[in-house]
């Protein structure tokens, strides 16, 4: 149980476009879904905490209007990288939790997005 | 402020034992977790500790002190496979995640 997928897994992008990465649990539903970048050698950088049916809340230093999260349901949120810069190039992992205090967070297997 | 402290990096000899110490300092404490993260990939889930002692599960084993804010992830009869970061986190009075630097640990033959 506790299965987490992402979308995709990899993707290639000119500079100035935007690209959606999906985050889904299948076997649960999870009212918390976590949005994390990683750097290649570095630790895991939360960038939002988004929650079903309300705004995300963004980590200090995060824009908003430049990685917009839906949390439409209790399975799926989004995360939509606009306008893509070369500096955007990273690793994206997202995270699913049922809400509860103390719950573990379940990862997705990451999405290598890479911005020329 | 909110710490989380873990080697950089260990080296280890493939069916030997290993131990990965954390210490934290955090506002508050509702739980500690280690992830295993390959390289290339999205951490996985290990093990969570919120109350004092040795969580036993497989080859791997994780030890929780609260009043030393004090962890250990021991691992076992090492693999190859092993070599891994492992991640240290710990949730605070918010229920937020605080992250460790993860240890690069480094399986020899």
């Known amino acids: 149980g506790a299965v987490v997928s992402q979308h995709p897994s990899r993707v290639i992008c000119k500079s100035g476009t935007s690209v959606k990465i999906e985050c889904r649990s299948l076997?649960?539903?999870?009212?918390?879904m976590f949005w994390y970048r990683q750097f290649p050698k570095q630790s895991l950088m939360l960038m939002a905490t988004?929650?079903?049916?309300?705004?995300?809340?963004?980590e200090q230093g995060v824009e908003k209007d430049k990685f917009l999260i839906n949390h439409a349901s209790l399975t799926l949120s989004t995360l939509t990288v606009t306008s893509a810069h070369p500096e955007d190039s990273s690793f994206y992992i997202c995270s699913a939790a049922t809400g509860q205090p103390q719950e573990t967070q379940y990862f997705g297997p990451g999405t290598r997005l890479l911005v020329l | 402020g909110q710490n989380i402290d873990q080697p950089t990096e260990m080296t280890a000899t493939e069916g030997a034992i290993v131990q990965i110490n954390c210490t934290y300092q955090t506002s508050g404490f509702n739980g500690l977790f280690w992830y295993q993260q390959h390289a290339g990939e999205a951490p996985t889930f290990l093990s969570y500790n919120v109350l004092d002692g040795l969580e036993e599960k497989g080859r791997f084993s994780s030890f929780l002190s609260r009043s030393k804010g004090y962890s250990y992830l021991l691992l076992k009869e090492l693999q190859m496979k092993d070599s891994a970061s492992y991640l240290c986190?710990?949730?605070?009075?918010?229920?937020?995640?605080?992250w460790g630097a993860g240890t690069k640990l480094i399986i020899k033959p």
């Open positions: 986190a710990v949730m605070d009075s918010n229920y937020q995640l605080i």
């Open positions: 988004s929650n079903e049916g309300s705004k995300a809340t963004y």
């Open positions: 076997d649960f539903q999870a009212t918390t």
